[in-house]
Antibody
Framework: QVQLQESGPGLVKPSGTLSLSCTVSGASISSNYWWSWVRQPPGKGLEWIGEISLSGTTIYSSSLRSRVTISLDKSKNQFSLNLISVTAADTAVYYC?????????????WGQGTTVTVS | DIVMTQSPISLPVTPGEPASISCRSSQSLLSSNGYNYLEWYLQKPGQSPQLLIYLGSNRASGVPDRFSGSGSGTDFTLEISRVEAEDVGVYYCLQDLQTPYTFGQGTKLEIK
């Protein structure tokens, strides 16, 4: 059974860098999947942040592209999210998710989410 | 970016009654391969989102058959034939035709 677990600081100072990791268990991150990050500001809806392939190809949301980096660490079976120059608007629950082929249902496994507050 | 618009925003439903949620996209989600790249997710209170429907009308594994998806192009609907108490939460549509993928703003289903 595949499980994803987010980890990282719960509090980040304004103008600082938000850094989160997602540890994958029950499957190899080198499997033929993409891996995504999604966030949810308090009381608001879901926002797709970006994705990374097993080869390291990345695609980001238009609104965050200038500040975000997603990377893979195959040795740790993890992928990570870095968001620079954060403001209070980046306060959210951050989810990592496994991304399958769209033809079979894309985001089929999600982490439990981790809350990050910018203050 | 493709903009996704859901309605209603809030949906109070009596148990046993049907429910319907609409999702519209700013451009067609119908690909040249004949597939509509539209998914539905449910986020139950305090939980992570879970996949319900993909390709507009295909139920994900383990999803009860009271859930159904329909539509094509820019107009899609999620229907629940008989709402149960466990169906409460926020429903989101997601377009995965092209990146950046985009979600609708969500529809909160609550029990009357």
């Amino acid at each position: 059974q595949v499980q994803l677990q987010e980890s990282g600081p719960g509090l980040v100072k304004p103008s600082g860098t938000l850094s989160l990791s997602c540890t994958v268990s029950g499957a190899s991150i080198s499997s033929n999947y993409w891996w995504s990050w999604v966030r949810q500001p308090p009381g608001k809806g879901l926002e797709w942040i970006g994705e990374i392939s097993l080869s390291g190809t990345t695609i980001y949301s238009s609104s965050l592209r200038s500040r975000v980096t997603i990377s893979l660490d195959k040795s740790k079976n993890q992928f990570s999210l870095n968001l620079i120059s954060v403001t209070a608007a980046d306060t959210a629950v951050y989810y990592c998710a496994r991304e399958r082929l769209r033809e079979v249902g894309m985001l089929d496994v999600w982490g439990q989410g981790t809350t990050v507050t910018v203050s | 970016d493709i903009v996704m618009t859901q309605s209603p925003i809030s949906l109070p439903v009596t148990p046993g009654e049907p429910a319907s949620i609409s999702c519209r996209s700013s451009q067609s989600l119908l690909s040249s391969n004949g597939y509509n790249y539209l998914e539905w997710y449910l986020q139950k209170p305090g939980q992570s989102p879970q996949l319900l429907i993909y390709l507009g009308s295909n139920r994900a594994s383990g999803v009860p058959d009271r859930f159904s998806g329909s539509g094509s192009g820019t107009d899609f609907t999620l229907e629940i034939s008989r709402v149960e108490a466990e169906d409460v939460g926020v429903y989101y549509c997601l377009q995965d035709l092209q990146t950046p993928y985009t979600f609708g703003q969500g529809t909160k289903l609550e029990i009357k």
